[in-house]
């Protein structure tokens, strides 16, 4: 058994309006002088430990109780799963 | 007949529809505290507006998944009247027994204000002693009370009359197709932003409206017919 640190990262659908997202573009981005970026889409990311018997193990566990306890709400957002064993991290 | 007011840790407008039902309309209402896991002698449900688990996660996800949901889910499956108002609409969908998402208002802000809405389904337990179209003056305050579901279900929604209130000459939140409440497919489980237990008092309201009482009225004469 070791460790997992696993990234979930929920993003909303392309098609979905991110008002978050377009106001710090127009309203903090574009007006600090950074013309070349072009958008903004924002995120939320939630940082969970796992113990599980391999990264696989870890990754599927988690992405299964995202789906079970709606961690993400599948009618307007994707859901991202990414593993980095802690122990290996740490080194 | 007696109506069950779910509280969530985090709900704060149960006490408001207590009072209405209690002492404006003298009916039966009592609490029902969310871990409770049997409904058994209810007739309707109201799950109220506030900030369930400080609208952690997301509003309404964790409160749907409390014990009293099961049940909850229960009595909509029988076709018993369910009510749910801004955090409880919130609720409602995250627990499945209605379509789509509430999102954040396209403003980004809290809006909290005075507005009208109109009466597009007189089917369900809570409008069907009100018209089509009629106007009712009353407030939203939230700041999720964006309305969004696939263009398909929106279809589904307009064609078969699901979609109960709409906003009039007014878009507080970026709603598709400005649509304030919804119903199931049954029609008796509503999901509504605006807030009809502040609106069912005109002493209370400072455009002196009480259109909102209509509201519970409705639901009260529906349980009635029901006997």
Request: proline share 5%; glycine share 8%; net charge neutral.
């Amino acid at each position: 058994m070791g460790k997992y640190l696993v990234s979930v990262i929920i993003e909303n659908k392309a098609y979905i309006n991110d008002p978050e997202g377009e106001t710090i573009l127009k309203d903090l981005i574009a007006k600090g002088g950074y013309s070349t970026v072009k958008a903004v889409r924002t995120a939320k990311m939630l940082n969970i430990t796992i113990e599980a018997r391999d990264r696989k193990d870890a990754e599927d566990t988690v992405k299964k109780l995202c789906n079970e306890l709606r961690i993400y709400n599948p009618v307007v957002s994707n859901c991202k799963v990414e593993s980095v064993n802690v122990a290996e991290a740490r080194n | 007949m007696k109506i069950g007011i779910v509280v969530f840790p985090g709900s704060n407008c149960d006490k408001d529809v207590h009072h209405v039902l209690r002492n404006v309309l003298h009916a039966d209402a009592d609490f029902v505290w969310h871990k409770r896991d049997n409904l058994q002698g209810y007739d309707a449900i109201v799950l109220p507006g506030g900030f369930a688990y400080g609208d952690r996660l997301r509003a309404g996800v964790i409160a749907a998944f409390s014990p009293v949901m099961k049940e909850v889910k229960r009595l909509a499956k029988e076709g018993k009247p369910i009510l749910g108002v801004c955090n409880g609409f919130q609720i409602l969908v995250e627990s499945g027994l209605l379509p789509g998402a509430l999102m954040k208002n396209n403003s980004l802000k809290f809006v909290c204000k005075w507005t009208k809405i109109t009466v597009e389904s007189n089917r369900t337990p809570f409008t069907h002693t009100l018209e089509p179209k009629q106007q009712i003056r009353i407030p939203v305050a939230n700041q999720e009370g964006r309305y969004y579901a696939d263009p398909k279900t929106i279809e589904t929604l307009e064609n078969n009359n699901h979609v109960v209130f709409k906003y009039h000459e007014d878009d507080p939140n970026g709603s598709v197709n400005g649509i304030a409440g919804i119903s199931n497919e049954q029609g008796n489980v509503v999901g509504m932003m605006p807030h009809p237990e502040r609106a069912s008092e005109s002493i209370l309201s400072p455009v002196g409206s009480n259109d909102a009482v209509l509201i519970f009225e409705s639901l009260l004469d529906y349980l009635d017919e029901q006997r």
